[in-house]
């Protein structure tokens, strides 16, 4: 924690959560008891990442493509977000967190969808940090959802196609509501984006651990906070000119600076 400053946080973290299936593997038990050290380490990370101040994480916990995992695998995933929709209300209540998701949540089973409703209701209205949920998610799925929703609007004749601009289409991804992210961490030794946030990633900062999931902790968190403020964050510009942008600008601000 020391090699954090608190006064250049990235206002943004997006984590892959993977690794969970090798956890358990090399202990000799069930892929789903390596999801279930998982959210343990979901609310680790939760709790440090609020300790920091950091307004705003994403975490991937299920893609549109899990959906094509073994079925007893997905049925554990969805049963283990439902308990934990409900076990850890008085930890985002206490803590000030509200919850968010993103993804195409209509495809999880009714009872997911009721308790996360009533997570997302019963914690609206606090500021402290905004967790989100990637559920079914996929970003080019994000992104085809949005151009359709636009290309209704050009249909039904509310919006003209000559005004579509990065801001249109920002405005209608979810995953863009708590802005771009800053800092995007993927364990699991793996080094990939798998279809996460590519919008607002494209100029998030990337930190690979070779942890797996259910091993990563406050300390990792720390780590990789240390590591990202140790980057000069560029934006397509030149060094001199990146003094000026000490803040992250919106994505919709960087359109021309590649
Ligand atoms: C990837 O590991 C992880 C997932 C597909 C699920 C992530 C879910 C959790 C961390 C737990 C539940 C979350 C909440 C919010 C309660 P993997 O299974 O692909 O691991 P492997 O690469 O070792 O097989």
């Not at 050290?37 to 101040?53: E, N, P, Q, S, T």
């Not at 308790?115 to 079914?136: C, H, K, P, V």
């Amino acid at each position: 924690m020391g090699l954090v400053d608190v006064s250049r946080l990235p206002q943004h973290v997006a984590i892959i959560m993977d690794g969970n299936g090798r956890w358990a593997q090399a202990r000799g038990q069930p892929r789903t008891a390596g999801h279930a050290r998982g959210a343990d380490a979901v609310r680790d990370v939760m709790r440090a990442a609020r300790r920091l101040g950091i307004p705003a994480l994403t975490l991937y916990a299920f893609s549109e493509q899990n959906w094509d995992r073994p079925q007893d695998e997905v049925d554990a995933l969805v049963d283990l977000l439902c308990e934990h929709l409900v076990s850890e209300r008085d930890e985002l209540v206490d803590n000030e967190i509200r919850l968010s998701a993103i993804g195409r949540l209509h495809k999880l089973p009714t009872r997911a969808r009721a308790r996360l409703r009533a997570l997302m209701a019963d914690t609206e209205q606090y500021d402290g940090m905004t967790l989100t949920l990637a559920l079914s998610y996929g970003g080019r799925e994000e992104m085809v959802d949005a151009v359709r929703t636009l290309a209704d609007r050009v249909a039904n004749g509310t919006l003209d196609p000559k005004t579509i601009d990065s801001v249109t289409l920002e405005d209608e991804l979810a995953s863009m509501k708590v802005g771009p992210v800053d800092l995007l961490i993927r364990t699991g030794g793996e080094q990939r984006m798998s279809n996460f946030l590519p919008w607002g990633a494209a100029y998030a900062e990337l930190h690979f651990t070779d942890e797996l999931w259910p091993d990563f902790g406050a300390n990792s968190l720390y780590d990789a906070v240390g590591c990202y403020q140790k980057r000069e964050r560029r934006f397509g510009l030149i060094p001199d000119d990146c003094e000026a942008v000490d803040a992250p600008l919106p994505q919709s601000s960087l359109e021309s600076a590649v």
